[in-house]
């Protein structure tokens, strides 16, 4: 199935590179693994409802399994941020370039830099939205990890909101069984950045970390409960 969905998605990719839709449709496909491996998603978006505008969607990684879980949640018009080592990786990395994903290299701190800069320009100047995993790495299932500050300077210097996304704990999925219980995907209330300076984005920082970690603990004990019944 997978082999399948790189093949068309990368067919498709060569007919229209970098498209700002082509990571969605992606998205889509990888989402609909999710009920083949045995598992349950359930999406909420804000009470609110999402506006018609740019933002950085702000994500917790823990694992392989995100691949099927956070996607049945990204929309159209959004690209994700990943390191440039996955342009390395045969096949998918060629073709996670030409979805239009952004490739950072954290290694260097000056290019970095200028990844960054880039991103909000093409925030700005193409209407698109980012979905980046500001731990920068996976947690595997324990919590919430620090966050890198890229994300949030680049989010100020762009002058758009932030929406957090939640996964609950993703640590009971087994490639072996075919019950695989349930995964919550919360997408919580766009956090506004519009005013901001640059020297507070630590506060900004260390506000949606407290807000997303408390989040995640209820919605880990929420997936539990609905498991066990």
Same mark, same amino acid.
């Given at each position: =199935? ?10 498709? /990719? ?8 082509? &990571?969605? =449709? ?21 009470? #609110?409802?999402?506006?018609?505008? +740019? /933002? ?10 995100? @691949? ?10 959004? &690209? ?35 990844? @960054? ?11 698109? #939205?980012?979905?980046?995993? +500001?731990?920068?790495?996976? #947690? ?21 909101? =932030? ?5 609950? /704990?993703?640590?009971?999925?087994? @490639? ?11 997408? =919580?209330? +766009? ?9 507070? &984005?630590?506060?900004? #920082? ?5 807000? @997303? ?17």
């Amino acid at each position: =199935m997978l082999l399948l969905a790189f093949v068309f998605g990368g067919l498709f /990719c060569l007919l229209r590179p970098r498209h700002r839709d082509n &990571v969605h =449709m992606f998205a889509k496909i990888f989402s609909y693994a999710a009920p083949v491996l045995g598992i349950k998603v359930i999406v909420r978006k804000p009470s #609110s409802g999402l506006k018609d505008e +740019p /933002c950085i969607y702000l994500a917790n990684h823990q694992n392989n399994f995100d @691949m099927f879980t956070h996607t049945a949640a990204v929309p159209k018009g959004t &690209v994700s941020l990943g390191k440039k080592s996955l342009a390395w990786v045969p096949f998918f990395g060629q073709i996670y370039w030409l979805s239009g994903n952004i490739l950072i290299d954290r290694k260097n701190r000056n290019k970095a830099f200028e990844t @960054m800069a880039q991103t909000a320009r093409k925030i700005k100047d193409k209407y698109l #939205s980012i979905w980046i995993f +500001p731990e920068g790495t996976r #947690s595997k299932g324990k919590g919430l990890l620090p966050f890198k500050s890229g994300a949030f300077h680049t989010a100020i210097e762009a002058g758009v909101s =932030m929406v957090p996304v939640l996964a609950s /704990c993703q640590g009971h999925i087994k @490639m072996n069984r075919w019950d695989n219980g349930v995964v919550i995907i919360e997408m =919580m209330e +766009p956090i506004e950045t519009k005013g901001l300076a640059k020297n507070q &984005v630590k506060e900004l #920082s260390s506000r949606i970390h407290a807000l @997303m970690s408390a989040r995640l603990t209820q919605l880990n004990r929420e997936a539990s409960a609905l498991m066990a019944k």
